[in-house]
């Protein structure tokens, strides 16, 4: 069986290198979003009108993708925070 270790610092490390990604991911969403009206505004018609409509269905899934992440790092920090004062409250306990 494996065994990993981490402390309050490497999930925090991880946690902001994940929300650098996440902030990434949304600012190329809003680039695509920024494509798609011009391509909207391009062509009329049945194509123009699916196209839209699928896009703005991917659109909120990627939406949905971002605020789950945003949720687990939530999460990340809420461990860590707990973590530290686990650790706060056992050296006070060994002096």
């Known amino acids: 069986m494996s ?3 981490v402390d309050s ?11 650098s990604l996440v902030q990434r991911f949304r600012q190329e969403k ?8 011009a391509l909207k505004a391009m062509w009329e018609g049945e ?3 699916k196209f839209h409509s ?3 269905r ?3 899934q990627m939406d949905s993708f971002a605020d789950t992440i945003i949720r687990y790092l939530n999460a990340i920090e809420t461990i860590a925070q ?3 004062q686990a ?6 306990r060994v002096m």
Request: aromatic share 10%.
């Open 9 to 19: 610092r490497q999930l925090r490390t991880k946690k902001d290198e994940l929300l």
């Open 82 to 84: 707990r973590y530290d």
């Open 30 to 37: 809003e680039n695509l979003c920024a494509k798609e009206s």
């Open 47 to 49: 194509a123009n009108e």
């Open 3 to 5: 065994f990993y270790q």
């Open 58 to 60: 991917s659109s909120g």
């Open 87 to 92: 650790e706060e409250k056992n050296i006070g």
């Open 54 to 56: 699928e896009f703005m």
